[in-house]
């Protein structure tokens, strides 16, 4: 190993093992993706000009065939599926079997990830249903528009929309809101929208390993670039895209940049090989300083968005599932 220090920067030459600290699945899934990282960092991604919206396009369809895999491993879920509309926005209404769907019942409010960019359409509807099978609850799954047709902001107003939307129909506190990855960043943002805006806030929030800081400074953007297999490296492309000029410490864009107090009750998970670890460390901490009731969980070797199919991520359901019960007494 070689350990040397330049211009104040830590140069390290290294062996990451398969740990056998975690379940003999997720050694497995861990072994299969990182054996792809040699190739993936020796030819990266080469990502069309903001301004070629055809490229993007073609671009984004690539990733959503890349995500409805991966997540079509864990998308037989027996629920039932509508698909609505409010404005100009498509949402999933995805019911569990079991789930109570009345008007008294609580709702889950589901933002999907997929870098800012992608997850759209169909792709929703399949990360919907893994959301709604992981929280248990009634869901609506926003179909929020993205780039390169609708960048910043109508992502997040869309977001907003249909949160305004939901408080029509039900309580603020039978509603729970979330998002993973992209998804966490709209989740957050909303907060501080609805705040700026005079909405009530939720009965609790989820934030699964939000992209909370589009400037991607921390820490875990160098250490796990590489160790990470499922984002091997920065966004900066999709974020350009996305933020479309806008500066990316704008709360509404970067929440971790806003004023937190006043926030639900957060529940923010990571793993320790996700490169979005740090966003989600320095999240927990911000709301913490704002006095925000705040759980972070880290789970062991985890990349980013878990290993999809170990027992680590039934554990993290139930983690999930204990603390919306905590703040959604009768869920």
């Avoid at 984004?60 to 629920?79: P, S, T």
């Avoid at 501080?192 to 929030?205: D, I, N, Q, V, Y």
């Avoid at 880290?298 to 999809?308: K, S, Y």
């Amino acid at each position: 190993m070689t350990d040397t220090t330049q211009h104040e920067a830590l140069e390290l030459t290294r062996t990451i093992r398969v740990p056998p600290s975690v379940s003999p699945e997720a050694q497995a899934a861990i072994a299969m993706g990182s054996a792809a990282v040699p190739a993936r960092l020796a030819e990266p991604a080469v990502f069309p000009a903001r301004d070629d919206n055809a490229g993007w396009k073609a671009t984004i369809a690539m990733m959503d065939e890349n995500i409805a895999m991966g997540f079509g491993m864990r998308a037989d879920v027996d629920a039932a599926v509508a698909k609505t509309q409010v404005g100009e926005v498509d949402v999933y209404r995805i019911t569990p079997a079991g789930a109570d769907a009345s008007a008294d019942a609580p709702v889950y409010y589901d933002i999907h990830g997929g870098a800012l960019i992608a997850g759209g359409g169909d792709v929703c509807r399949i990360m919907g249903l893994s959301s709604a099978a992981r929280v248990g609850l009634d869901t609506w799954a926003v179909d929020y528009r993205m780039p390169p047709d609708h960048p910043y902001p109508v992502p997040l107003d869309d977001c907003l929309t249909v949160y305004r939307a939901l408080l029509d129909v039900k309580r603020p506190e039978q509603i729970v809101v979330g998002g993973g990855s992209a998804g966490g960043n709209l989740a957050a943002a909303l907060m501080l929208r609805a705040r700026a805006e005079g909405l009530p806030m939720p009965a609790c929030l989820l934030l699964m390993t939000p992209e909370a800081d589009l400037t991607e400074s921390g820490d875990t953007f160098d250490t796990n670039a590489g160790v990470d297999y499922v984002l091997v490296n920065r966004l900066t492309e999709s974020i350009d895209l996305y933020a479309h000029g806008h500066d990316l410490t704008d709360p509404f864009i970067s929440p971790l940049f806003g004023e937190l107090s006043g926030f639900p009750p957060t529940f923010l998970q990571a793993g320790t090989r996700d490169l979005f670890l740090s966003n989600t460390v320095r999240m927990h901490r911000k709301l913490r300083a704002a006095d925000v009731e705040a759980e972070l969980h880290v789970w062991e070797a985890m990349p980013h968005g878990g290993f999809f199919g170990a027992p680590e991520d039934a554990e993290m359901g139930v983690e999930v599932r204990k603390f919306i019960a905590k703040h959604l007494p009768h869920a």
